[in-house]
């Protein structure tokens, strides 16, 4: 803590010292300020329209105030408390506002805070694109609005001290949000789910603030208050990262403001427009003058000439113009005088310069010889590098995919091969701080094409050569994929050691992460529940009726279901599905899957059909619900595969004790009824005796159609008659119910 205020004095030395040299370079005896004006408030330069006090200013929303400490230190202020930093030709820097929300070990609110930031519609500044909106904490949610309904949100969690990586902001301990351009005012808002009461030994506050990106990297630990020093990270924040403010005088378009008394630009000057899309512009000298724009001839020449003393930009002679500059040469000289051009050539002489021709005839062929050495080396390595890939290319069924690609088959052009250097090039050599998850089979990479585009890169450990022709084979089929509900894949690489494929990127993480909170389910109410369910079973159907070759995707579950940015489902993983041709409806195949979610016919008969997807997505569709785990060693024994407990509860007539609490609180009785009973259809033992995806589709679909009062408020006062149906208090995770469960013959699951 003791360094604390010399870190600040630094950083405020820095941006003032910064401030004064790109404002005063090339010369001092150019004039910034209307005469009389001050020109500095401590170590910041204040150039017109700008000005301090009344009277110094374009107009009165330029006007700053120059305030004076008792020790005589000045500070640059908009305002009475806003302080300025730094001033630029298009941008202010100035103090940052931050929130704050503190908790004692029992969740109590300590401290609190909110940051917000207003500016009159008659000033000129508005907040830049270059800040982000940042939340760092480990249990909190805020969200930051402003004008034309403008707001953005940000969940934060963690749950251990080993969750939270230094430099990132991708949900564990920050989060981060780009702000739009053109925003007059900000407001925030701060919750928290537990009050930091899971965390609160290495997490007390969680923190809110709108600030300059490049100015913010999170450092991890030390940010959270791991050593409970709560003033750390909020003077870090005042001390490093500020606020950038655009600016443009009016709110008229430069050729608007042409044709007014006070346009502000002067002679030998040109008109910018703003492009915050709040109308305005900025003035500019014009190429070869320097100076304020704004003032009456504030815009000088500048003296090519007197500012290259050594004559590098003419060969013999300059002669300065104004706005630019000329060469020329001596009497009896040809060219055009400029070093950069053809220079001036001497008048020819007989005598021939034979040791500088020597000398240059010498040094041209050493150089020619080591340029052709390094050639021949780096030759000799790429040819290498180009046998390697192309055995691996070879080895991975290359030369089949060209020949599929070159016979034109129907949706195989949808293919794209991409190349080992491209795909190492986007993950920067596939670097640790780009994993964004790592499987028993392969590691997921975040990656960015040439074109910007971001994918998601998955690098198998290792390939079965013998399954070659299969895997090239449902590559081509998987490619020709495009529902807005399913994770695109749209190529592969075959030029490394194993296969990489490039999928779609998508930001928001799993559902299975958002069911069971570990990043903040706050927005997870019955009705987005019912529709990813919709989204889900669309997509199944979708892949269930492919025209191609119907697919079966052998691992439906919650973590395989990613949400974008919009919390739209996508379907994800198709790493142990399987093709079915036309003309079979089922498959002997080697049992793959996730405990919790397999189905039990398939586990025990090794015969694959769609109706074994049904089954995860009943699993699934019960996990919404309930909001409790597939399977879990906390239950009891009866309890602890959820599709026994559910099917059971149903049979029991005590569903509602396992009901999610805000499921109960936002779902209508009928619509819980039903969703039940098509979670039990879903789940019943027989394959046939389930409805296939397209049924499902169609009844979770009707399920929107139904309205009605919620379950909590129809029986908000029916204490009594809940009493004859339920012998133990509703608990929305279902820890203590006390029932007879019949149970379904599932795969017996032995946690490791």
């Not at 020109?39 to 004076?68: H, M, R, W």
């Not at 529902?483 to 190529?491: C, K, T």
Request: aromatic share 10%.
């Amino acid at each position: 803590m003791s360094l604390l205020p010399y870190l600040i004095a630094c950083h405020v030395l820095i941006l003032t010292l910064a401030t004064a040299q790109n404002s005063t370079t090339n010369s001092t005896s150019i004039t910034i300020t209307k005469p009389g004006c001050p020109k500095q408030c401590g170590n910041v330069t204040v150039p017109y329209p700008f000005g301090i006090g009344s009277g110094c200013a374009f107009d009165s929303g330029f006007e700053l105030n120059c305030s004076t400490s008792d020790d005589g230190s000045q500070k640059l202020l908009i305002g009475s408390n806003i302080v300025v930093y730094n001033i630029s030709d298009a941008e202010f820097r100035i103090s940052n506002s931050i929130g704050w929300g503190c908790y004692n070990s029992s969740g109590a609110v300590l401290d609190e805070s909110l940051a917000w930031t207003t500016f009159l519609e008659t000033t000129p500044y508005s907040f830049s694109a270059r800040n982000r909106f940042t939340l760092v904490g480990c249990d909190d949610y805020a969200s930051i609005t402003g004008p034309n309904n403008f707001e953005y949100g940000c969940n934060v969690s963690c749950t251990s001290r080993g969750d939270v990586i230094e430099g990132e902001c991708m949900g564990k301990g920050c989060c981060q949000k780009q702000i739009p351009k053109g925003l007059k005012y900000y407001n925030t808002t701060m919750s928290s789910t537990q009050n930091h009461t899971d965390v609160w030994s290495f997490n007390s506050c969680g923190y809110a603030f709108l600030g300059e990106a490049d100015h913010f990297r999170f450092q991890g630990l030390p940010d959270l208050g791991d050593d409970l020093n709560v003033n750390y990270f909020y003077e870090r924040i005042k001390a490093s990262v500020p606020i950038v403010l655009d600016w443009a005088i009016g709110s008229l378009t430069c050729t608007q403001a042409l044709k007014i008394e006070n346009y502000a630009c002067s002679a030998n000057s040109y008109c910018i427009d703003s492009d915050t899309g709040l109308g305005g512009y900025r003035c500019s000298c014009n190429t070869g003058y320097q100076g304020n724009p704004y003032l009456n001839q504030g815009c000088k020449d500048v003296d090519e000439c007197a500012d290259h003393p050594n004559n590098s930009l003419c060969e013999k002679m300059c002669i300065n113009t104004p706005g630019s500059y000329n060469c020329s040469c001596p009497q009896g000289y040809t060219g055009d005088g400029k070093k950069d051009g053809r220079g001036c050539i001497a008048p020819y002489h007989d005598e021939f310069p034979w040791i500088k021709y020597s000398a240059g005839i010498g040094a041209g062929a050493f150089i020619f010889l080591l340029v052709g050495i390094i050639w021949f080396c780096f030759r000799i390595r790429e040819r290498k590098l180009i046998e390697v890939r192309e055995k691996f290319f070879q080895q991975n069924g290359g030369l089949l995919l060209k020949h599929r690609i070159s016979t034109n088959d129907r949706g195989v052009k949808a293919t794209k091969v991409f190349t080992a250097e491209e795909l190492k090039k986007a993950t920067n050599n596939y670097a640790n701080d780009k994993i964004l998850g790592r499987g028993g089979h392969a590691i997921v990479y975040r990656g960015v094409l040439s074109d910007n585009h971001i994918v998601a890169i998955k690098k198998y450990r290792i390939v079965d050569e013998s399954q070659i022709e299969q895997f090239i084979n449902e590559v081509l089929i998987l490619t020709q994929i495009n529902h807005r509900n399913v994770v695109r894949l749209f190529g592969c690489c075959l030029e490394d050691e194993v296969p990489l494929l490039v999928y779609e990127y998508v930001s928001e993480g799993t559902l299975y992460e958002h069911i069971h909170n570990q990043r903040g389910g706050g927005w997870l109410n019955w009705q987005n529940r019912l529709r990813i369910a919709i989204e889900t079973a669309t997509a199944l159907a979708y892949l269930h009726s492919f025209a191609s070759m119907p697919i079966i995707h052998r691992d439906v579950k919650s973590s395989n279901i990613l949400l974008d940015e919009f919390s739209t489902a996508k379907v994800a993983d198709f790493g142990a599905s399987r093709l079915i041709p036309l003309d079979q409806t089922r498959v002997a195949t080697l049992v793959q899957g996730t405990f919790g979610y397999l189905d039990p016919e398939y586990f025990f008969k090794s015969q694959l059909t769609d109706k074994s997807d049904v089954y995860s997505f009943g699993v699934v569709l019960a996990e919404l619900l309930t909001g409790l785990k597939p399977v879990s060693g906390d239950r009891n024994d009866e309890q602890k595969n959820l599709a026994d407990y559910f099917v059971s509860s149903v049979d029991n007539n005590s569903l509602f004790q396992i009901l999610d609490r805000r499921v109960l609180r936002e779902g209508n009785l009928e619509q819980l009824q039903q969703m039940a009973e098509l979670v039990k259809n879903c789940l019943q033992l027989h394959g046939e005796d389930r409805p296939t995806m397209k049924e499902v589709t169609i009844q979770l679909e009707g399920l929107r159609k139904v309205t009605g009062v919620s379950w909590s408020n129809q029986h908000l006062h029916e204490e009594n008659d809940l009493s004859d149906l339920y012998t133990v208090p509703i608990d929305a995770y279902g820890k203590n119910p006390n029932s007879d469960s019949s149970r379904i013959m599932h795969p017996a699951y032995n946690p490791s």
